[in-house]
């Protein structure tokens, strides 16, 4: 143990050992001690000299720490030790050590070095990974905790390797999502710190983790540790939610639809007392502004960024936002994130734009929000960090927004000018800063006035109209004049290149623009001469923007200037410049590193106010431009007659094919309103077939009732002439007569009505009739289609049909008109025999009395049957309440039983468990040399006291 003790301190003899002789003693001691405790010491020892010799003991002993995990996995403290010992040997995170003042400068440069080889080798066997994430799984603290900081150690040395590793072991990642719902703090953040790492770069795990909970659990840690005044926890919350969200459309939206953008509305309440934020604050919230605009980035899909927008405006997180830029006391970088953020929830977003065109500051009086920004960005006491934001924030809220371009623009027109100047608008403030004499502010008004007419043709028009008032005495100058004439006074190259890129956008599809340009005469001399010349690389700059707005004004020249036509301003470029000079300086632009780097996103991304070129916006304008003007200034005028020609005819072709499509959109709609009536004559069709039809069962049913009254008065009169003693016996010959007559005025009064029903109808058919004549000629004339001839020839088919059915109507009509008549000759031979009549009705009236007396007692006789019957339903209700009560109180007893028999099955399981965990108690205390008394004798003892304690009983 002589070693032993030198490592660990002790007093020893003789000559020290060297580092690599102890490490290897000790490397030899746990590959052959049988001891466990011999084991445990060496690897104990191990760690201590992991940090001082870290190269020895990663050569020598990782070998044997690897298997120490396989083998010994049943004693914690051995594993602890050895995964601590292999974390020293693989991170480069140490502890900090006094170090020597000449310890070389590429020291930690080769620790690097060496913690990526011996992760390389480590790694090199797959089932290391494997065994470590088995070894993450166990509860004790210290086999997890080095477990984790082990593998989080890897990952960062071997990063998509392990990854692989991981991704392809089973429920790899599942197991390692575990840690975030650790009830041990330190092993909860060291998880997250893992999953940081385990996620950088990788979607399909990004996915994995977003689908095993992670947003829920990591909101939940964010609101636990107090939002945005949480500690570093929060930070690296943060810091992995961006892993999870950042260019990952499917997590994006899987966070969108999991509600979890409504989550994050709370971290922006910032309260009215805004002093004093602590450094972590300002990162977390830093970091959620970030994560904000993950969501919302340009770069995403237009779909899932809308989508983001419309969300973050419905849960009040753009409110929020706003609230924020407009509070005091924000630290300055915070509010220049916020403004950032603000842009991009508001780009293109049709909505959220309207929402902050409404935004006021908390001032007196109170002034939008845009106005209050624009003071900032043309203020050059202004950081411009924060310059540059309000200048994005202003690109984005006219992104896609002519309802904004054109309130801006409104503020430039005279007719809307604030007379009384109690206010400045934002017009006001770009045009003060357009001439302003800081460059800076010359350069961020002209590409914000820019974004203003950016695709919006009616607007350049209008900018037209601007007159500005350049000192006093002197007469007006329009805005163009105002900007050439800056141009020409030769100004710093940031301002004249600020100038230049509003003039191009202004007069890019604008022909209007181009003759107002062209109408100066000084403005063609003064490019013309600024292109030939030989000047430096900053001035080349200005000379490709030169070129590019002299062919603008060439290219959409529509040569109403006589002395500025396209054919003239070709050879004057031809002769004063050349066409192979001119094509290479309208090449600088985009060739200049800063163009470059301005096309790649659209917002702002300056290190430093020299660098403020290009616009994002305006590199596109370029790209399109470019090509079409190098090869207008080739083309000949033969080529440009041909061309014109070639515009003109497209566009006459253009004309015809709009005049016909309305022609046919015309005839379309003419179709549907023909067929509109066609369906509504079709309905107006079968309805009249019903009624026809239900008239003509009426008569059917009409008819033969006539019959049957026909046959009974015949009966009738027979047997009065033949047998009316018997007749006047029954009594009954003056009511049925009374009844006839009453039918027949019926009869009457109905037959007239179905004369004057037949009357409408037959009018209501000719007029159908005319009808379809009339729609059969106009469907001939204009759609010119067999299928309408068709129809209308069915319609008439089915009217003559109706009209056929409704003569016959009339014919059966006519024949019981004169039934009618004779049936009413029969009627007036009958009344004279009816005063015979009147002796009858004395007898008859004493059967009556008799008939009612009988009639009354079977009614009472009626009414106590069904007063029993109402009695005995009381009582079978009754009875059945009482069986209902008793089936639920049996149902009631049944579900108890059922619930005792469970419990007392959930005793028995838990008893066995019990009985299971003693005995396997009894076999590890016996394995350890324990005294163990076996269950029998334990029974046998309980036997045995109780015998005694009842034998005592018996004495007492």
């Known amino acids: 143990m002589n070693f032993l003790r030198g490592v660990m301190g002790g007093p020893s003899a003789g000559p020290q050992p060297s580092g690599a002789d102890t490490i290897q003693k000790l490397c030899d001691r746990v590959a052959s001690s049988t001891l466990l405790d011999d084991r445990r010491d060496a690897v104990r020892a191990l760690k201590a000299l992991s940090k001082k010799y870290r190269l020895e003991v990663g050569i020598q002993a990782m070998e044997h720490l690897v298997h120490v995990l396989q083998t010994d996995r049943s004693d914690s403290e051995i594993i602890g030790y050895a995964l601590d010992t292999l974390y020293n040997v693989i991170s480069n995170d140490l502890e900090e050590e006094e170090q020597d003042d000449s310890e070389e400068e590429n020291s930690p440069k080769q620790g690097d070095d060496l913690g990526s080889q011996f992760t390389e080798i480590f790694i090199k066997q797959p089932e290391n990974v494997t065994l470590l994430l088995t070894l993450v799984e166990e509860f004790d603290f210290h086999v997890r905790w080095p477990g984790v900081k082990l593998l989080t150690s890897l990952l960062k040395q071997q990063g998509p390797q392990v990854q692989q590793i991981i991704l392809v072991s089973p429920m790899g990642v599942s197991r390692l999502m575990d840690l975030l719902a650790d009830s041990r703090e330190v092993i909860r953040n060291d998880g997250v710190l893992l999953l940081q790492q385990l996620t950088k770069s990788n979607a399909a795990i990004q996915k994995i983790v977003a689908f095993e909970n992670a947003f829920e659990r990591l909101l939940d840690i964010v609101t636990e540790e107090g939002n945005s005044d949480g500690g570093i926890v929060v930070e690296d919350c943060l810091l992995l939610l961006q892993n999870l969200l950042k260019n990952n459309n499917s997590n994006q939206n899987f966070f969108k639809e999991g509600s979890y953008i409504q989550r994050m509305k709370p971290w922006f309440e910032v309260g009215d007392d805004n002093c004093g934020w602590s450094a972590q604050k300002v990162t977390n919230l830093h970091l959620m502004l970030q994560l904000v605009r993950v969501l919302v980035s340009p770069t995403n899909p237009p779909g899932a960024t809308t989508s983001c927008q419309k969300a973050m405006f419905h849960c009040g997180l753009l409110q929020q936002l706003c609230t924020i830029l407009m509070a005091t006391g924000v630290p300055a970088d915070i509010l220049t994130e916020t403004i950032n953020t603000v842009s991009e929830v508001i780009r293109g977003c049709q909505m959220n734009q309207d929402y902050f065109a409404s935004v006021n500051a908390p001032s007196n009086p109170p002034r939008p929000a845009i106005v209050v920004l624009l003071m900032s960005m043309v203020n050059e006491r202004q950081p411009f960090v924060l310059r540059c934001a309000v200048l994005y924030c202003f690109q984005c809220f006219l992104y896609k927004n002519h309802k904004g371009q054109g309130e801006i623009v409104s503020t430039l027109l005279p007719s809307t000018i604030d007379a009384t100047g109690s206010s400045v608008s934002a017009g006001q403030l770009l045009c003060g800063g357009l001439f302003s004499t800081d460059s800076l502010s010359n350069w961020c008004a002209a590409v914000a006035l820019a974004h203003a007419l950016q695709e919006n043709a009616a607007l350049k028009e209008q900018l037209l109209r601007v007159q500005l008032a350049t000192s006093i005495g002197n007469p007006p100058v329009s805005l163009l004049q105002q900007c050439t004439n800056i141009l020409s006074q030769g100004s710093k190259v940031q301002t004249r290149v600020g100038l230049l890129m509003l003039l191009c956008t202004w007069l890019s599809n604008c022909s209007i623009a181009v003759t107002h340009f062209l109408h100066n005469p ?435």
């Open 522 to 956: 000084a403005n063609v001399p003064f490019l013309t001469g600024q292109i030939a010349e030989n000047l430096g690389e900053e001035e080349q700059l200005v000379q490709g923007l030169c070129a590019l707005l002299l062919g603008i004004s060439i290219y959409y020249n529509d040569n109403s200037l006589e002395n500025y036509r396209k054919e003239k301003l070709k050879q004057l470029i031809e002769k004063r410049i050349g066409r192979e000079n001119f094509v290479e300086k309208l090449g600088f632009i985009s060739k200049h590193e800063l163009y470059s780097r301005a096309a790649q996103k659209p917002q702002p991304g300056f290190s430093s106010p020299e660098h403020m070129m290009f616009d994002h916006e305006f590199t596109k304008l370029v790209k399109e431009l470019e090509g079409v003007i190098s090869k207008a200034i080739y083309k000949s005028s033969e080529e440009d007659k041909k061309e014109e020609e070639v515009k003109k005819t497209l566009e006459q072709h253009d004309n015809i094919v709009t005049h016909y499509k309305k022609v046919i959109r015309e005839q379309d709609q003419e179709l549907e309103e023909l067929k509109q009536q066609v369906s509504t004559l079709k309905s107006q069709n079968e309805q009249l077939q019903v009624t026809v039809t239900q008239q003509v069962s009426q008569i059917q049913q009409h008819k033969d009732q006539y019959n049957l009254l026909k046959v009974q008065l015949g009966k009738d009169t027979q047997h009065h002439n033949s047998h009316g003693d018997t007749l006047q016996m029954n009594g009954i010959q003056l009511e049925e007569v009374s009844k006839l007559r009453e039918e027949l005025e019926d009869w009457r009064n109905r037959h007239e009505q179905l004369q004057g029903q037949l009357k409408e109808k037959d009018a209501v058919i000719e007029n159908l009739k005319s009808l379809q004549v009339e729609m059969g000629t106009e469907q001939s004339s204009q759609l010119s289609s067999s299928g309408g001839m068709e129809h209308s020839a069915e319609l008439q088919k089915e009217l003559e049909l109706l009209r056929t059915q409704i003569q016959l109507q009339a014919a059966e009509i006519s024949k019981l008109q004169t039934e009618n008549q004779k049936l009413q000759a029969t009627n007036t031979a009958i009344d004279p025999a009816l005063g015979a009549s009147g002796a009858v009705a004395s007898r008859s009236s004493e059967k009556e009395g008799r008939l009612l007396q009988e009639l009354g007692e079977l009614q009472s006789e009626v009414k106590a049957l069904s007063e029993e019957k109402a009695s005995l339903q009381q009582q079978l209700d009754s009875s059945s309440s009482t069986v209902a009560i008793l089936q639920d109180e049996k149902s009631k007893l049944q579900q108890e039983v059922a619930e005792a028999k469970k419990e007392q099955d959930d005793l028995l399981v838990l008893l066995a468990d019990q009985d299971q965990k003693l005995s396997a108690l009894r076999s590890k205390l016996k394995d350890l040399g324990m005294p163990v008394e076996d269950e029998d004798d334990i029974e046998s003892g309980d036997q045995a006291d109780e015998d005694e304690d009842g034998d005592e009983e018996e004495q007492d």
